[in-house]
């Protein structure tokens, strides 16, 4: 009989998603986790089909049962646009479910790079991971726009507590027409955003900057600076010189030229955009998009993890046709180390914490000593180097836990 398995006590939150992602989603439960682990989840679909089904009700329940159980790991998922609304008839676009998630649970979404011999960042200085960390609520992301004819005023209307109003022009568009938005942020989720990443800077002991442009935007990103500077002085100066770390703002482009030539090892705060955006250049840079792992972090203590990249569907394709895929799942079994450890931190699991240690050692050992996937034999400067497909991968690093 096999060896007994893990046992957990508390669930956590699964969220299944879509296409090629779907699949190494199975594959590795399946081949990497169920065998070692009696494992307890509750499960959503958060795949497309499912979502239209349910009027995204599903999205929403996952994100509360977040709130009830404390860890969930999530899936890529299809974020459907007018193509994806014809390919698959849904009853509507619906909206991103990583941003529907993201604000019933009011986080901070922290991206970090899996670092492994043989794969040297495209950044030759970087020598340590730079972990960015993106406010995840409002600004574009949940803004209002539309398109204006020649001849419209568009004005910013504030009605205030008294009743009375408030009005700034945006803009006369007498002789042209164009396009406006409107967009906002809260105090309470700029200071939740800020009070995250001072905490984890002191839970990682990594220096922490932050980033915007304040100089243009007088007002509104200027609010950003003057929360983080506050609670600075007030709450957490002390706390980081005993830690021997220092918290650091700067302009947003400043801070891209210094990114550029530092060696790593801190944490980059962003605003929204800012932080979406970036985060995929460094992904690129540090190696592979395959490589980069997330995790959202709400100052209520709950943690939801998952791959950064999308559901691969150039993959997808390819698998429907029954072809064998090089797919990197590195970063999605990263997500159910992440999640399964902090169950296991929360718990008391000692022995399911050392599982989530073991496998990702197993798996970057598995990639220093040349077994990897395409994408990363691409990059690898390993000399003996065996590519492998997903399932091959995914059973050697099952094979060398
Ligand atoms: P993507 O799925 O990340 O794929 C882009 C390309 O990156 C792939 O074609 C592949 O390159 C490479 N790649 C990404 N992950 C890989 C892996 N694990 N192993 C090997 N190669 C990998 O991005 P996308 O094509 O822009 O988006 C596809 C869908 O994903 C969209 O519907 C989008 O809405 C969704 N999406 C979801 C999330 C999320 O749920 N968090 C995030 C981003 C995008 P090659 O083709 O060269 O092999
Ligand atoms: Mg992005």
């Known amino acids: 009989m096999a060896k007994e398995k893990i046992k957990m006590t508390t669930p956590i939150v699964e969220m299944d998603g879509d296409e090629m992602t779907r699949v190494v989603w199975e594959k590795i439960k399946d081949i990497c986790i169920i065998p070692f682990v009696d494992l307890k989840s509750e499960y959503y679909d958060l795949g497309i089909q499912n979502r239209d089904l349910t009027d995204d009700q599903v999205t929403i329940d996952s994100a509360n049962a977040t709130k009830k159980y404390g860890v969930a790991v999530k899936c890529a998922t299809i974020t459907p646009n007018a193509a994806r609304v014809?390919?698959?008839g849904l009853k509507k676009m619906w909206k991103s479910p990583n941003g529907t998630i993201r604000s019933i649970l009011d986080g901070t979404v922290f991206r970090s790079p899996i670092i492994v011999n043989g794969i040297t960042p495209l950044v030759p200085s970087w020598k340590k991971p730079i972990v960015i960390a993106r406010h995840a609520y409002g600004d574009i992301y949940s803004a209002v726009d539309c398109v204006v004819e020649a001849g419209s005023k568009a004005e910013l209307v504030v009605t205030n507590p008294d009743g009375t109003q408030t009005v700034t022009v945006i803009k006369d568009f007498a002789k042209s027409g164009g396009i406006v938005m409107g967009m906002h942020n809260i105090d309470d989720s700029i200071e939740s955003f800020a009070r995250t990443c001072f905490e984890y800077a002191l839970s990682e002991k990594m220096d922490l900057w932050f980033s915007s442009k304040d100089t243009i935007s007088k007002k509104y990103d200027h609010r950003f600076k003057d929360i983080f500077a506050e609670m600075y002085e007030n709450e957490y100066k002390e706390k980081f010189e005993q830690a021997g770390i220092t918290y650091f703002y700067t302009l947003v482009d400043d801070a891209i030229a210094?990114?550029?030539k530092s060696s790593g090892g801190f944490i980059w705060a962003c605003k929204n955009y800012d932080g979406d955006v970036f985060s995929d250049m460094l992904a690129t840079a540090f190696g592979s998009l395959a490589m980069m792992t997330s995790v959202l972090v709400s100052p209520?203590?709950?943690?939801?993890y998952e791959a950064a990249h999308g559901t691969i569907p150039r993959h997808y394709h390819k698998y429907l046709k029954g072809e064998a895929t090089s797919t990197n799942p590195i970063a999605t079994l990263f997500a159910w180390t992440g999640a399964l450890?902090?169950?296991?931190?929360?718990?008391?699991?000692?022995?399911?914490?050392d599982f989530a240690d073991r496998m990702e050692r197993a798996t970057i050992e598995?990639?220093?000593?040349?077994?990897?996937t395409g994408d990363l034999a691409l990059i690898s400067t390993v000399e003996d180097k065996h590519v492998l497909n997903l399932d091959e991968f995914l059973t050697k690093v099952a094979e060398k836990l």
């Open 86 to 88: 014809e390919e698959f």
């Open 258 to 260: 210094r990114v550029m």
């Open 300 to 304: 209520h203590g709950y943690y939801e």
């Open 341 to 353: 450890r902090k169950r296991g931190e929360m718990d008391g699991l000692a022995d399911l914490q």
């Open 366 to 372: 598995l990639v220093e000593s040349g077994y990897m």
